[in-house]
């Protein structure tokens, strides 16, 4: 047998020789103590469809695994080292949340009255109004949560304009983060955690969440530990019985309000803005709480979450009355406008965070502000369709509907990325100030690369001839704290005319309303992506929702991505796993029987057979995994992957200068460096735009090896050549979205180390991603029309 990779079919090619063995790397080690059992843990993110997961895992998504310190992220983790002219991510992302709590803040003083609905409800739909019109006022509900209410919204304020992140708090010397809790605050915590028997190591946290009066706050409820991550409902509940001792029991008013925003929690986890009430309520009685309803009314009354209307699009169902009232706009309405008399308009139920909700409501009013004025007239019509005529193919019809058009949505794969770059090259030729944005690092440099260098298309001319280069691409959190892009005008808007963020798939709805109200009046906004690819790690759908909801022109890029690479991708991304011809060996498939197998042949192709005999060196070798937990997980083939590439006694938490790393300043977000030092200053990486020093304390929850990412963690990135791993314990985590942006990673080589069997074509052509629920289109649909 060859001992050199072979092209191959993408599921029935013999099995491939890696090279030969090599001593120390066969035998994997013991999965992770964090994975309950020993599984490969699926993202949370890719998991649409469960409200509570239950795996101790958070998978795939950035944030660390729960065998850590404190079982969280360091989300101000940017490093205390770096110079003062640079502002860290974590830093820069906590700035940017405090001046969103401000936003939340002027949001709900701006709400003066109940929801503008209702008039003809009765029974529990009528029940339920008045719960939520008493929430809103101050008052504790009577009635129950049931029902099926009128559906209702709120008008929307005008869109409020943020000033400088930078400015909304003083921060202290770059890099060194806002100060933590007090030392005798966390004593304090330290010592009741301690009571209760929960580990003396989240107090930290602990202390940071709930503030000055924590030991006093978690005294009078105990289950207020259960907001701190990674701490479960059974964990907290014997918590409390160590506190409370008697008085602790299953139907506390003061567990069911934890469970349900919990809940909630692992719900956003999972993708979700909010969830639908019968499902809240199924949930909190699989939980123990023996009143589910009294529950979220309860969480409800408190304010820690809210309760929203949605109708629902039933075929046959008549639209409710309008929101200007019974008789319609300016009383022209009656039977025709509203329906036959005691008629309702079917709607749902759902219950949400405020967090997530605000943030969606100020998205979808962002969007259609963009949708429903001008944009700015930079250049006469005839500039614009001479920019078009000389754009090929689709790009031409990018320029035409950015021309006359507050937003666009472009879609494609690889391939079409040219097309926003023949538009930003335009934009810059009609003198506009155009910006490209990518939601992480990888997709920034990506896209800078195209960005900088000569015109795509031969052919091209005119205005692509002279443009932007690779500094007009910056990451979409840089662009918004400022330490990227154009910076602020005087109005606190972002200073450019245009911005296109590529790797849209990837926006949340909290980065997304942040985008759409930092926009200024008769802006442009492009969001172009690929809509197969995996959705965002934080909730929402945004990009999916958009295209939807067809509200703006939508250009579809007919540039296919080439060769037996793009054949392969393209077939998966409408659920068709075929073979495909690689005569350069662009596709080669290596078969194991456990996972044991795939570690050993995974460190074999890295280290010997890809660079032997496709001439990609292992620094430029990406693995990809389903999981961080597992037998064949991230923790496990990073060990190995370390083992051969950069053996070392691991002296600083299990780093040593050359290991491949990826740093998570905040929770999904993804650094990929390398380890350069160690010293009293903390661990000192090599990253994308600098260096960065993470503090000791913060190494343990913020930095892991690199060698082998998630699918989630790789997205964005291209790189020459990856390895998948799929054993047979990952076959839960397999969907068609996870393997396209997989397999998508690969530029040149893609080598599969298969072990799931038949469970990889089924995958790809039975297990689509899983529902996300959201309220962003309809929150759009009465303020902007559908355009077909």
């Known amino acids: 047998m060859s001992t050199e990779p072979e092209p191959a079919s993408k599921d029935t090619t013999d099995a491939v020789d890696p090279g030969p063995e090599t001593p120390g790397t066969a035998q994997a080690p013991a999965p992770d103590a964090g994975d309950a059992d020993g599984t490969a843990a699926p993202d949370t993110g890719d998991d649409g469809g469960t409200a509570a997961p239950d795996t101790g895992d958070a998978g795939e998504t950035a944030a660390p695994d729960s065998a850590s310190a404190d079982g969280t992220a360091a989300p101000d983790s940017a490093g205390a080292g770096e110079t003062a002219a640079q502002v860290s991510e974590g830093e820069a992302e906590l700035a940017a949340q405090r001046v969103e709590r401000e936003r ?30 008493a929430v809103e006022s101050g008052e504790k509900p009577a009635a129950a949560v049931f029902g099926t209410p009128e559906p209702a919204r709120r008008p929307a304020p005008e869109p409020v304009r943020r000033p400088r992140p930078e400015a909304a708090e003083p921060t202290g010397a770059a890099g060194a983060g806002p100060a933590g809790p007090a030392p005798r605050t966390v004593e304090s915590v330290r010592r009741v955690l301690a009571e209760g028997g929960a580990p003396e190591a989240l107090a930290p946290r602990t202390a940071a969440l709930l503030g000055e009066g924590a030991e006093d706050a978690l005294r009078a409820d105990p289950w207020q ?85 949605d109708a629902l699009d039933e075929p046959g169902a008549r639209p409710g009355p309008p929101a200007d009232g019974p008789d319609g706009p300016e009383g022209t309405g009656g039977e025709d406008a509203g329906g036959a ?95 490209a944005a990518a939601p992480g690092p990888l997709g920034r440099d990506r896209f800078a690369a195209l960005l900088g260098g000569p015109p795509s298309d031969p052919d091209a001319s005119g205005p692509a001839a002279s443009g932007p280069d690779a500094s007009a691409a910056v990451t979409v959190t840089g662009l918004l704290t400022g330490t990227e892009g154009p910076g602020r005008d005087a109005d606190g808007a972002l200073d450019l005319d245009l911005l296109v963020v590529v790797d849209a798939p990837q926006l949340d709805v909290e980065a997304g309303a942040l985008l759409a109200e930092s926009l200024p009046d008769g802006a442009r906004l492009v969001l172009a992506g690929d809509p197969a690819v995996l959705w965002s790690v934080g909730p929402g759908r945004v990009f999916a929702d958009l295209l939807a909801a067809r509200v703006c022109p939508q250009i579809a890029s007919r540039r296919p991505d080439p060769g037996p690479l793009g054949e392969l991708v393209s077939g998966i991304g409408i659920g068709e796993l075929g073979q495909v011809e690689a005569p350069g060996k662009e596709i080669v498939i290596v078969p194991v029987r456990d996972a ?125 050549a990856v390895v998948v791993v799929l054993p047979g314990d990952a076959v839960q985590a397999l969907s068609r979205p996870w393997i396209y942006t997989a397999f998508g990673r690969a530029a040149r080589h893609l080598s599969v180390v298969h072990g799931v069997d038949q469970a990889l074509p089924r995958a790809v052509a039975e297990i689509p991603a899983k529902p996300r629920t959201t309220r962003l289109p309809v929150l759009l649909a009465p303020q902007v029309p559908v355009t077909g």
């Open 225 to 309: 530990l259960l907001r701190v991550a990674t701490v479960r409902p059974e964990q907290a509940d014997g918590f409390a019985r160590a506190l409370l001792g008697a008085e602790c029991g299953p139907d506390d008013e003061r567990r069911g309000r934890a469970v349900t925003v919990w809940l909630l929690e692992q719900a956003a986890l999972a993708g979700h803005t909010a969830l639908e009430l019968p499902r809240l309520t199924a949930t909190l009685a699989q939980r123990g709480v023996p009143d589910p309803d009294a529950a979220v009314q309860s969480t409800l009354a408190e304010g820690e979450a809210l309760a929203f209307q």
């Open 104 to 133: 939340i803040e002027r949001r709900k003083a701006e709400k003066q009255g109940p929801i503008d609905a209702g008039g003809k409800l009765s029974g529990t739909a009528a029940d339920l109004l008045a719960a939520v019109r």
């Open 341 to 435: 008399e005691g008629e309702e308009r079917p709607v749902r139920v759902l219950i949400g965070l405020e967090r997530y909700a605000l943030a969606e409501e100020s998205l979808a009013d962002g969007l259609a502000r963009l949708v429903n004025s001008a944009p700015k007239q930079d250049g006469s019509a005839a500039d614009w369709e001479q920019a078009a005529a000389s754009a090929p193919g689709s790009a031409a019809d990018l320029i035409r509907a950015v021309a006359g058009h507050g937003l666009v949505l472009h879609t494609g794969g690889e391939a079409s990325l040219a097309e926003p770059v023949a538009l930003l090259r335009a934009a810059h030729a009609l003198g506009l100030r155009a910006w």
């Open 596 to 720: 044991g197998e795939a570690v050993h042949r995974t460190v074999q192709l890295v280290a010997d057979s890809v660079p032997r005999a496709i001439g990609v060196p292992a620094e430029e070798t990406q693995v990809i995994t389903p999981g961080h937990g597992g037998a064949a997980g991230t923790r496990v083939l990073n060990a190995a992957l370390k083992e051969r590439l950069n053996p070392g006694p691991g002296r600083f938490g299990g780093f040593d200068p050359g290991d491949r790393v990826v740093h998570t300043p905040a929770p999904g977000r993804v650094l990929p460096g390398r380890v350069v030092k160690a010293d009293a200053e903390g661990l000192h990486l090599s990253c994308t735009g600098g260096t960065v020093i993470v503090p000791r304390d913060r190494v343990d929850g913020s930095v892991r090896h690199g060698w082998a990412l998630t699918a989630h963690q790789a997205l964005g990135g291209r790189w020459p």
